[in-house]
């Protein structure tokens, strides 16, 4: 699977924004998908991940509330709907997939994710 990712951008402090991770391939549906985000020097730090099919979502505890993440199976694409900004949110946003029938699914870990798109960026200005 190929994953693009956009809709990043610039906005003020409490605004929102919406990211697209579009996917090619005939089996979306049957992907794990995350996203995570990273600045410069800093490791890859999970955001947000929804399984497989119909999806059940996961948050970082410092999203939780604020971020929504969801999938339509029939476009191919999960999104990231963040609002309530913060300065801390500025970075380079990436959408990953996993084949979703393997086992030991560990959402927060990089590592599980063998697919990512390119990144986006974000900058939310205080």
Known sequence: VQLQASGGGVVQTGGSLRLSC???GRTFSAYDLG???QTSGKAREFVCS?????GNPYYADSVKGRFTISRDNSKKTAYLQMNSLEPEDTAVYYCAARWGYGTGYRQSDSTEYAYWGQGTQVTVSS
């Open 22 to 24: 579009a996917a090619s």
């Open 35 to 37: 996203w995570f985000r």
């Open 50 to 54: 929804i399984s497989r099919g119909s």
